[in-house]
């Protein structure tokens, strides 16, 4: 005759300790609320008033009802300028992610041993990247004149110094490995970035270029406020008449594009995976 089988203690539960850093987050949280909360205060801060909010909000309540509105006779004149925005963004995505390819090799750490080079292409791309591309469009209209020409070159300045930055950070995050092995057998450091670090940095360029790509779309029709082309043109004139049905008509067909640009892109970078 068997003996009955006892059922096993039970273990008790223990709770695991925290981890020693699990206080910097609440911390990084309550510091991050504080700052802001101070710099809405009026003596330190900018001096937010939300009482002027509450009593002046009629004042858009009009507008927004006439954004609601359409004005869908208006969109054959909508054609033409959002054609040329987009082939702004098109023209100065190309010409950017090339000029942006080489300058990514050098700005990084990896793919440019020389730290007197690196730097100063570093401190020129800084320079680019600090300066908006509004002040950007509205300089070169005053030298160009007004038109699609000044809106292409300031997307350039503004997706060199975007593009550059991105991906010289994704060069060298990458692994170093096969770098250091190509420069052990002596080959030099173009054929070491065209034949390694390229295939390796390629996926992070091309997501940056399709990324630059829809500030591009979305950027070209702010610079035409100023002149230089695009959408943006016809947007500062219908704003001047107050026609709001007309600006939401135009503030749609900017969103429907963005959507389809953001579709199309999400596919290729799938792709790219």
């Known amino acids: 005759m068997t003996?009955?089988?006892?059922?096993?203690?039970?273990?008790?539960?223990?709770?695991?300790?925290?981890?020693?850093?699990?206080?910097?987050?609440?911390?990084?949280?309550?510091?991050?609320?504080?700052?802001?909360?101070?710099?809405?205060?009026?003596?330190?801060?900018?001096?937010?008033?939300?009482?002027?909010?509450a009593r002046n909000w009629q004042n858009g309540a009009d507008k927004v009802v006439k954004l609601l509105l359409p004005d869908w006779s208006f969109f054959p004149r909508t054609v033409p300028p959002l054609i040329e925005t987009l082939q702004m963004a098109v023209?100065?995505?190309?010409?950017?992610?090339?000029?942006?390819?080489?300058?990514?090799?050098?700005?990084?750490?990896?793919?440019?041993?020389?730290?007197p080079f690196r730097i100063a292409v570093r401190g020129v791309l800084n320079v680019i990247r600090s300066v908006p591309d509004l002040l950007y469009a509205a300089i070169l209209v005053a030298m160009v004149g007004v038109g699609?020409?000044?809106?292409?070159?300031?997307l350039l300045l503004f997706n060199v110094g975007i593009i550059v930055k991105l991906v010289s950070e994704a060069i060298d995050t990458n692994d170093r490995?096969?770098?250091?092995?190509?420069?052990?057998?002596?080959?030099?450091?173009?054929?070491?970035?065209?034949?390694?670090?390229?295939p390796d940095a390629w996926p992070a360029f091309a997501n940056q270029t399709l990324y630059v790509f829809e500030l591009n779309v979305r950027a070209s029709t702010v610079l035409g406020l100023v002149?230089?082309?695009?959408?943006?043109?016809?947007?500062?004139?219908?704003?001047?008449?107050?026609?709001?049905?007309?600006?939401?008509?135009?503030?749609?067909?900017?969103?429907?594009?963005?959507?389809?640009i953001d579709l199309v892109s999400d596919a290729i970078r799938r792709r790219l995976v």
């Open 3 to 53: 003996a009955p089988v006892r059922a096993a203690a039970p273990v008790p539960l223990e709770i695991p300790a925290r981890p020693p850093g699990a206080w910097k987050g609440p911390v990084i949280v309550v510091a991050v609320l504080v700052v802001t909360v101070v710099m809405c205060l009026p003596v330190i801060g900018i001096g937010v008033d939300f009482g002027t909010i």
């Open 91 to 115: 023209i100065a995505t190309a010409v950017g992610a090339a000029v942006s390819l080489p300058l990514s090799f050098w700005a990084a750490r990896a793919t440019n041993p020389s730290a």
């Open 148 to 154: 699609a020409l000044p809106g292409i070159l300031a």
């Open 177 to 198: 490995g096969p770098l250091e092995a190509g420069r052990a057998v002596g080959a030099t450091q173009a054929k070491i970035n065209r034949t390694l670090a390229l």
């Open 227 to 260: 002149g230089a082309g695009g959408m943006g043109l016809l947007i500062d004139a219908v704003r001047t008449f107050y026609r709001y049905d007309q600006l939401s008509l135009i503030i749609l067909e900017i969103l429907i594009v963005v959507i389809v």
